[in-house]
């Protein structure tokens, strides 16, 4: 029966071993990008651009006015659902002072 080493294992690694294991690794995650490639994983919609108002459009302004306003009314929409949320946070909020502990002597 073989007796067991006292100190520990050496985490020494041959430099074939290293470098091999370093090569495998690079090989799987150039099939693995290849295959999400070929179905089509990693492509991202094509986003369509805003061409805007032509100039030659009859009601131009109107069309511009109202484009303002529903940004606007956007931004608005925005603020108040901030408001909104810091309220509700401010009204779970409760003030350290009252979990405080008062110790029976001070009432002597």
């Known amino acids: ?6 100190k520990s294992k050496s985490k020494r690694v041959p430099f ?16 693995k990008a290849k295959e999400a490639k070929k179905l089509g994983l990693n492509k991202k919609p094509k986003v369509e651009k805003d061409l805007g108002i032509p100039n030659d459009w009859p009601f131009k302004e109107q069309e511009l006015k109202a484009l303002e306003a529903r940004r606007q009314r956007a ?12 309220d509700r946070v401010n009204l779970n ?5 009252t979990y405080l502990i008062v110790p029976n002597f001070l009432y002597y």
């Open 1 to 6: 029966m073989v007796k067991k080493s006292k």
């Open 93 to 97: 909020f409760h003030p350290i002072s």
């Open 16 to 31: 074939r071993k290293k470098y091999k294991i370093i090569r495998k690794v690079k090989e799987h995650n150039k099939k």
């Open 75 to 86: 931004i608005r929409e925005l603020e108040e659902k901030n408001t909104e949320r810091k």
